[in-house]
């Protein structure tokens, strides 16, 4: 019996559809990008991750409190970047599923990165970047 393997990579989906479609987001009155991921790290104290590249600009991962059904959890990154006093854009948006625990502050330790195609994009990565845009009512 002869078995053939397939070895089909998948790679992440162009630039250009890793970009938040809402683009620009804008910013709360009196506020700049500064205050804005101050206030987004206020909402979300263990499942956020921030790394400052710049004078206007960030990088973000933001991980999901849900479980897949096959216990792992949803983790999305992205660039955040101050483009003018009143608004920001998201760009460089990935996926990951992953195994990390937020409650340990594990950074993820393996994992499928995405999306790779627009179903992952639109049941995965969307819906993990729309929870981290939700405006802060009270801490976690």
């Known amino acids: 019996m ?5 070895n089909s990579c998948a790679s992440l989906l162009p630039k250009e559809r890793r970009v938040y479609p809402k683009n620009p987001i804008h910013l709360p009155a ?5 205050g804005w991921v101050q206030t987004k ?8 991750r921030v ?7 960030y990088k973000i991962q933001y991980f999901r409190r849900e479980l897949t059904s096959i216990g792992s959890f949803i983790s999305c990154a992205a660039y955040l970047r101050q483009t003018n006093t009143k608004s920001i ?5 990935i ?17 499928e990165l ?3 195609n627009e179903r992952e994009r639109t049941e995965i990565l969307l819906p993990c970047i729309e929870e981290f845009l939700i405006a802060p009512q009270s801490k976690e």
Request: proline share 6%.
């Open 2 to 6: 002869v078995t053939s393997f397939s």
């Open 30 to 34: 009196g506020m700049d990008i500064h």
């Open 41 to 48: 790290k206020e909402q979300y104290p263990n499942r956020l």
């Open 51 to 57: 790394y400052d590249l710049d004078s206007n600009s």
């Open 89 to 93: 854009e998201m760009l460089e948006m």
């Open 95 to 111: 996926s990951n599923v992953n195994y990390a625990d937020y409650h340990k502050s594990i950074i993820p330790r393996g994992g």
């Open 114 to 116: 995405g999306p790779m």
